[in-house]
């Protein structure tokens, strides 16, 4: 299974996981991909930080694939035999590492703010790790420390 990674764009690549039992029948998911079980999807779905479901069991036909490339982390969706890119898949757990984005909001982690750049459709680099005021207010006392010690010296 391949997946591109949001901020570097390079490609992922998921072996089938080594407790997946292997011979099982094929299935077709909501992310429009074809898995080799259901514990394969699972298991992606997790590394992801995607939630996945079985449509039906088989390949997924070419309606069941999104036509357009879905950006900014949207996860192709497969309803109705019709497929769509959707930001709703993307779950994120309560883990509190904050990360400041250049939008200059402090987002709970970097999955949360890979969820507001795909709600927002546009890119949101990390500015720095951390809440966005500490940083900025850190930097600022060690730029005027420094200042001031140079002028003493000088």
Same mark, same amino acid.
């Given at each position: 299974m391949?997946?591109?990674?949001?901020?570097?764009?390079?490609?992922?690549?998921?072996?089938l /996981?080594?407790? *997946?039992?292997?011979?099982?029948? =094929?299935? $077709?998911?909501s @992310? !429009?991909? #074809?898995?080799?079980?259901? &514990? %394969?999807?699972?298991?992606?779905?997790?590394q992801?930080?995607?939630?996945?479901?079985?449509?039906?069991?088989?390949?997924?036909?070419?309606?069941?694939?999104?036509?357009?490339?879905?950006?900014?982390?949207?996860v192709?969706?497969?309803?109705?035999?019709?497929?769509?890119?959707?930001?709703? /898949?993307?779950? *994120?757990?309560?883990?509190?590492? =904050?990360? $400041?984005?250049? @939008? !200059?909001? #402090?987002h709970?982690?970097d &999955? %949360?703010?890979?969820?507001?750049?795909?709600?927002?459709?546009?890119?949101?680099?990390?500015?720095?790790?951390?809440p966005?005021?500490?940083?900025?207010?850190?930097?600022?006392?060690?730029?005027?420390?420094?200042?001031?010690?140079?002028?003493l010296?000088?």
């Open positions: 391949c997946r591109v990674e949001a901020l570097t764009r390079e490609p992922l690549i998921f072996g /996981p080594e407790w *997946c039992a292997p011979g099982s029948e =094929p299935l $077709c998911a @992310d !429009g991909q #074809t898995y080799p079980s259901e &514990c %394969a999807m699972g298991a992606t779905g997790m992801s930080g995607v939630k996945l479901r079985k449509v039906h069991a088989g390949r997924c036909r070419r309606l069941e694939r999104c036509q357009d490339e879905c950006v900014f982390n949207a192709c969706v497969v309803e109705q035999q019709s497929a769509r890119c959707s930001c709703d /898949p993307i779950e *994120c757990d309560g883990t509190y590492k =904050p990360v $400041c984005g250049e @939008d !200059g909001r #402090t709970t982690n &999955c %949360a703010r890979r969820k507001a750049e795909c709600l927002g459709r546009a890119p949101v680099p990390v500015k720095h790790p951390g966005c005021g500490e940083w900025s207010s850190l930097s600022l006392s060690l730029s005027l420390s420094l200042s001031l010690s140079l002028s010296t000088v």
